[in-house]
């Protein structure tokens, strides 16, 4: 019985691969993946746009929640205790849990009203702010495992304390904190709702922060609400390359920090 | 990496610092830096429930609490009330609960106490962490082309109106979504039961079933739930998803299956279409409720977590 319903839970994962792979696949060829969407009536075009700019909003965030992220994380794995850790951990745990709309909302908020106008920057920003609650704990995490007495011997040979951390335990934990990142990076990729309002999307190929940006999964979310068969295909074949690049990043992690894992 | 590798490193940063007598960077100020780096999250926190909270203000002043008890949503006579995406938002989480605990509990309950290890439960483990791992357009582009036609050939031979999308689907695919957070975390909490509890019990000749029902999820129980409610933190906030499959329908819904709106779902839908400052005020406000409420949700269920000393 329990093994029963336990099979059962993992057959969506099963018809979702299945659809996505049978329908997606038949879609995608160079041109798919190399042009412009067409207008509406006009059959073909690709979604290179969108390719171009789902890189663009990650390179933004990642510009952005890495080194805030990393900070943040030495801050507590050396501040085990206190009030301001306990606080910070707290805030941590808040953001992770704060719905992805509600992001949107808050860079709709900060820089898409004081900008004026829809933008790519505004797009990475909400998805950075999500990258943050991953990159943070796994920064920490990884530093908390780094034995005292590596650090201890560092400061003894008269090392001073920035560069033990920066030469020293963050090099030693360096595995940790990519897998931490790389994970980041896959939970943002599919992201749509933070960008509906921030990235917006973009019939056109955009390489200026500033202006409104197109994304797989927010073309996704527009082609599939939209009457016309073709589009669906389309759409159909831009989840098929989502889903390859977020499963894959994620599998990539895994293996590879797998063969990374510190080991003292 | 070992005891080697962490040798070079300290002795490499000990070169350095017998080339340049001077340290770069001082201490106090690198520890300034650091410090600054935990006050800019704590900042960054209440820069966001402010920033919802002014932003929302003309709809706050204007209707007051009101606001989530009214369910007339119309944005031509500017009339905000939140009630039907309160009823929408509880409804679909609430079912989506029901449907994944069925499945999320035996997943626990095998992987953590039938088979800890080998194929199989590494197997089902990856199969469960991928289904994390995918994106929530694609679950609500798949719940709109797959499931939809299902539950439309469903409501057809109930005889109720058939949209195909609705709560009930829009609840169908939100418990797929929210299994790997309430299956990983009891997974954790089963796996931690003491093994003299249950050889105690199996000696005094309680089988398997009794030992489960008996033992185990007595004692899982406060971890079990709480993984219950983070998953019911995610749920409520889910917005892709739930916004392709709800049929977006602004009053309150009369069955399972009539279309609806979730919290999130509305502003998805109308945030950019939204003209005149009270109409943007109000579904911002509608976006700090549904902040307060997940906040809190998920903060329980942590410090629940936390109490079992569980690693969520």
Same mark, same amino acid.
Request: glycine fraction near 8%; aromatic fraction near 10%.
């Given at each position: 019985?329990?093994?029963?319903? &336990? ?37 073909? *075009? ?12 990650? !390179? ?8 805030? *992220? ?12 206190? &009030? ?38 505004? !797009?990475?920003? %909400? ?10 704990? %796994? ?24 560069? &033990? ?12 904190? $990519? %897998? ?45 609400? /939209? ?38 | ?34 410090? =600054? ?15 919802? $909270? ?35 938002? #509880? ?16 997943? /626990?309950?095998?992987? !953590? ?37 299902? $539950? ?7 005889? $109720? ?125 509608? *976006? #700090? ?11 329980? *269920?942590?410090? =629940? ?8």
């Amino acid at each position: 019985m329990i093994a029963l319903l &336990t099979f059962c839970s993992i057959l969506p994962m099963f018809f979702i691969l299945f659809f996505i792979t049978s329908k997606g696949i038949s879609v995608i060829n160079w041109r798919f993946l190399t042009h412009l969407p067409k207008p509406v009536g006009e059959i073909g *075009g690709g979604i290179s746009n969108a390719i171009i700019g789902t890189f663009m909003l990650i !390179g933004i965030a990642t510009a952005f929640s890495v080194p805030v *992220g990393i900070l943040a994380g030495i801050f507590l794995s050396e501040h085990r205790k206190g &009030t301001l850790a306990f606080l910070v951990r707290l805030c941590v745990e808040t953001l992770q849990g704060t719905p992805s709309i509600v992001i949107g909302i808050i860079a709709y908020i900060w820089l898409v009203v004081s900008v004026g106008s829809f933008s790519a920057f505004s !797009g990475g920003l %909400a998805l950075g702010l999500m990258m943050l609650p991953v990159i943070i704990p %796994a920064t920490e995490e990884t530093l908390k495992l780094i034995p005292e007495s590596l650090k201890e011997a560092s400061l003894a040979l008269g090392v001073s304390y920035p560069r &033990t951390i920066l030469r020293v335990i963050l090099p030693a934990g360096a595995s940790g904190i $990519v %897998a931490g990142v790389l994970l980041s990076i896959a939970r943002v990729a599919g992201e749509t709702a933070p960008l509906l309002f921030t990235a917006f999307g973009s019939p056109f190929m955009n390489l200026n922060v500033l202006k409104p940006i197109n994304s797989l999964p927010l073309m996704i979310f527009n082609y599939a609400k /939209s009457p016309y068969p073709d589009w669906h295909t389309l759409a159909w074949g831009a989840s098929f390359i989502l889903i390859v690049l977020v499963l894959g990043l994620n599998l990539f992690t895994k293996v590879v920090t797998r063969r990374w894992k510190v080991q003292f | 990496m070992n005891h080697s590798r962490a040798e070079v490193l300290v002795l490499e940063a000990k070169t350095e610092t017998m080339r340049w007598r001077k340290p770069a960077l001082s201490e106090s100020s690198f520890r300034k830096i650091l410090s =600054i780096a935990g006050v800019f999250i704590l900042l960054l926190l209440l820069a966001i429930f402010f920033s919802l $909270v002014i932003a929302s203000f003309p709809a706050i002043r204007n209707f007051g609490i009101r606001f989530l008890f009214t369910s007339t949503w119309d944005p031509v006579r500017s009339e905000f009330g939140a009630f039907p995406f309160v009823v929408g938002t #509880l409804a679909t989480s609430f079912l989506a609960l029901v449907i994944s605990v069925v499945f999320s509990l035996p997943i /626990s309950i095998f992987l !953590g106490e039938y088979s800890a290890q080998g194929t199989a439960a590494t197997f089902i483990k990856s199969m469960i962490e991928l289904l994390a791992g995918v994106p929530s357009v694609i679950y609500g582009f798949c719940g709109l082309f797959l499931l939809a036609p299902v $539950v439309r050939t469903l409501e057809v031979s109930l005889g $109720v109106a058939p949209y195909g999308v609705g709560i009930f689907t829009a609840s169908l695919v939100l418990s797929i979504m929210i299994i790997p957070y309430s299956a990983s975390i009891g997974r954790e909490v089963i796996s931690l039961v003491p093994s003299d509890l249950k050889e105690a019990a199996l000696s005094l000749g309680a089988t398997r079933f009794e030992v489960i029902r008996k033992v185990i999820l007595p004692y899982a129980r406060s971890g079990i739930v709480a993984g219950i409610l983070l998953s019911l933190g995610r749920a409520l906030g889910e917005t892709m998803a739930v916004t392709m499959v709800i049929g977006n329908s602004n009053f309150i819904p009369k069955s399972i299956f009539s279309p609806a709106n979730t919290l999130a779902s509305i502003i998805a839908n109308e945030f950019t279409e939204a003209t005149g400052s009270l109409y943007l005020a109000g579904l911002i406000e509608l *976006g #700090l409720v549904l902040f307060i409420v997940t906040t809190v949700i998920n903060l329980m *269920g942590k410090w =629940i977590i936390r109490r079992m000393g569980v690693e969520g």
